[in-house]
């Protein structure tokens, strides 16, 4: 039951080296080549996957090489949107088009229901952090067209021109290396997606939340094995510093900790088209973000000042690994949800 | 026990609060307050208004033209600086190497350079650290020959916070090669402006560039820039670290820290009202103030058994280690209040950098700071050196 499918196994493979390759060639349209976008979709919808073992086979391996193309944000969520409203998939399968999605407001935090923006036959309102609203041909955004922030019903799907009059853009780059704005509608003309859109928000965060988490645990699993190279090469008192039982014992709890990472990730993963969906994606967010804390904290400290430099890779790894914990829901908010989820406070 | 202040105290803290208010500029505490990084003139400035109060060099005796305030006063100046978001006082040359010439230089030396660092006309910074050389600072491998009246130095050291701003360094360097590796150390005060000398900026994850490599290729260095005597500069490294451990509790900070942290969550919206409403969250903020509560007595409790002027010795580990940990608890305490927003890097040393961002929660700074105070469990004597030296020490018979 552990094992991945023989098409999952060359996917696996097949990103690995993907990934090892030269850095030029780790573009978004050779991405799409290679059908690594498909991967996230159902065959039914143009896709070549789609189940949540997929998305993990795929993101695991995004994260490992540390990869900068913003593959959830403009390939999962607005595809995941955009199947909803029964839209063509293959443009943005085939890289033709790129989305971008701008849900996220300055006051919304984690909570999916707090839209303010307004669509009243044009949008107005404010978005943060819209990660590839720089590069998207489109812009998917969510605004309501009834009721108040915090409710889920009244929330519609809009798609707006990357230009579009009435749009300004604030770019900035994120901690972990993407590319990232603000965004200001002021009566922007928007195309309806979908009406009622909460229920594919759900859906869309849940998958980002499972693909943020197997991407976390990739770059979990390949900060441990830098720190693990480190502790065997490292000599300092003549010896390598990872004979020093401190730091063996630490080791091995970081090592333990991957372990509970991957399980988690498997476990959200096999959940993913069921009942438990959102049971096993809150417990699986709040147990990598516990353990990512640990990880990226002690690679740090067990490499000491190098690893702190901008020169060496585990730097972007640790900063990857936190900024996993500020997407789709952090620790306490996925500790609130599972106890929602599993009655423990009813 | 008595835990509140004398009233001599009280009034230190009065008119302290009174030339902080004065004497601080609101731009300057400003660009502390929001981590941004401070240029070499932001930080003369400070110490120069400093050296006028008479405060600048607070742990130095009076004989030498320092404050030489008692534990508790250090303990207040410390605290109150850090609530004003004054600049941080440099303390490579007051009070890393004043000590070590206090206690080891000749009088001619004293006489010489602890005016100068108290005047602001040296910048002092500290060549201890080498690439092979960490942890294991003993192995370091810089190497000095004499040359008639001068040390010919050759070797790198790494890490030097501020070095780029400095026109003096004070490096450890290898003398006797043969002799065990503590015993052919030397302490040698170095001219950075000597033929030889190249500086190179390490840009660190937060995106600043604080710290320095030194490269030394044939410098040549007048003997009487060696303090004390020749292979001796072990001890006197020593010595210097217990002082370098001085306000590593970092009490202060802590507190404006945490007040910081509690000032975001209240604008930060959460389905309780605000995030301080939050019981999860409340509770993290809540635990590590009771930790910096006992913390702050702890602190009182071994500086103040260490004479005027003097640093604590063995006790200084135990404040490292619990002073970081909470420093650092509570820089992970402002990435989580801010959320999402933590994902906007504004690190002002970042090519176009995000400073003019429209920020509310002035959340651009928070992920930076986190990453950047990773560095409080590693430099000074790494957190696991602490509990070495430490548990060696209690586990004596």
Redesign the interface.
């Known amino acids: 039951m552990f094992d991945l499918s023989e098409e999952q196994t060359m996917l696996q493979d097949m990103l690995a080296r993907f990934w090892s390759g030269p850095a030029e060639t780790q573009t978004w349209d050779a991405l799409a080549d290679l059908g690594v976008i498909g991967a996230c979709f159902p065959e039914s919808h143009g896709g070549f996957g789609g189940t949540g073992r997929d998305i993990a086979v795929v993101f695991e391996e995004h994260g490992r090489a540390c990869a900068a193309e913003p593959l959830i944000d403009m390939g999962l969520l607005p595809g995941i949107l955009l199947r909803a409203a029964e839209q063509d998939l293959k443009p943005l399968i085939a890289g033709k088009t790129r989305y971008a999605l701008a849900h996220?407001e300055?006051?919304?935090?984690?909570?999916l229901d707090?839209v303010e923006t307004r669509f009243d036959g044009t949008l107005s309102g404010e978005k943060?952090?819209v990660v590839g609203a720089m590069t998207a041909d489109k812009i998917l955004v969510t605004a309501r067209h009834s009721g108040v922030a915090?409710d889920a019903a009244g929330i519609g799907l809009y798609q707006v021109d990357a230009g579009a009059a009435g749009l300004t853009s604030?770019p900035?780059?994120?901690?972990?290396g993407?590319q990232?704005a603000?965004l200001s509608f002021t009566s922007v003309s928007a195309t309806p997606v979908l009406t009622e859109a909460y229920p594919a928000l759900q859906t869309a965060w849940a998958a980002g939340a499972l693909a943020q988490s197997a991407d976390c645990l990739g770059a979990m699993a390949q900060a441990a094995h830098m720190t693990r190279e480190y502790l065997t090469t490292r000599?300092?008192?003549g010896r390598p510093?990872g004979s020093?039982q401190?730091?063996a014992h630490r080791l091995a709890d970081m090592m333990l900790a991957v372990e509970q990472a991957r399980s988690a990730v498997l476990m959200a993963a096999a959940a993913f088209d069921t009942a438990e969906r959102d049971l096993n994606i809150a417990a699986c967010k709040n147990l990598i973000g516990r353990m990512g804390?640990q990880v990226a904290?002690d690679a740090?400290?067990m490499h000491?000042?190098i690893?702190?430099?901008?020169?060496y890779a585990l730097?972007?790894l640790?900063?990857r690994i936190?900024?996993a914990?500020?997407?789709f829901g952090?620790t306490?908010h996925h500790?609130?949800a599972f106890l929602d989820l599993s009655g423990a406070t009813s | 026990m008595e835990l509140s202040l004398s009233p001599d105290d009280q009034a230190f803290r009065a008119e302290l609060k009174q030339f902080l208010s004065e004497a601080l500029p609101h731009e300057l505490s400003e660009k502390v307050r929001k981590h941004q990084s401070l240029s070499k003139s932001d930080y003369e400035y400070w110490h120069a208004r400093l050296n006028e109060k008479g405060w600048l060099a607070v742990n130095w005796p009076k004989s030498f033209g320092g404050a030489e305030m008692s534990a508790t006063q250090r303990h207040i100046f410390e605290e109150e600086c850090a609530l004003a978001h004054a600049p941080r006082i440099v303390p490579f040359g007051l009070s890393m190497l004043a000590p070590v010439l206090q206690k080891f230089g000749s009088a001619e030396q004293q006489a010489h350079w602890l005016p100068r660092i108290l005047s602001g006309e040296d910048w002092w910074c500290q060549g201890y650290s080498e690439p092979g050389a960490g942890s294991d600072l003993a192995a370091l491998k810089t190497r000095a020959e004499r040359d008639g009246d001068h040390y010919v130095v050759n070797g790198q050291k790494t890490w030097t916070t501020l070095g780029q701003h400095a026109n003096m360094i004070f490096c450890l360097v290898r003398t006797d090669p043969a002799a065990k590796k503590q015993e052919g150390i030397s302490f040698l005060m170095i001219d950075m402006s000597a033929p030889g000398i190249e500086v190179r900026p390490i840009r660190l994850i937060d995106g600043g560039a604080e710290v320095n490599e030194v490269w030394f290729t044939d410098v040549r260095v007048p003997v009487e820039n060696l303090v004390g005597e020749e292979n001796k500069g072990w001890t006197y490294a020593k010595y210097l670290l217990t002082h370098e451990r001085t306000n590593i509790s970092g009490i202060g900070f802590s507190r404006a820290g945490l007040a910081a942290v509690k000032r975001i969550a209240a604008r930060v919206r959460d389905r309780h009202g605000t995030l301080n409403d939050n019981p999860y969250f409340a509770a993290r903020v809540a635990q590590v103030e009771i930790d910096l509560m006992a913390m702050a007595v702890t602190n009182l409790r071994i500086v103040s058994k260490a004479a005027a002027g003097q640093a604590p010795g063995l006790e200084s580990s135990l404040l490292k280690i619990k002073g970081t940990q909470i420093r650092q608890e509570i820089t992970d305490l402002a990435r989580r209040a801010v959320g999402p927003l933590a994902q906007v890097f504004a690190s002002e040393a970042v090519a176009g950098s995000n400073t003019e961002l429209p920020d509310a929660l002035d959340a651009g700074h928070v992920a930076a700071s986190y990453f950047n105070n990773r560095k409080l469990s590693i430099f000074g004597g790494s957190n696991e050196i602490q509990r070495e030296i430490y548990s060696k020490a209690i586990l004596k018979d």
């Open positions: 996220g300055a006051a919304s935090r984690y909570d707090w943060t952090v915090g604030t900035y780059r994120t901690a972990d993407a990232a603000d000599q300092q008192f510093i020093f401190a730091l804390r904290e740090i400290q000491g000042g690893g702190m430099t901008e020169e730097g972007d640790a900063k936190t900024m914990d500020h997407r952090d306490d500790l609130t």
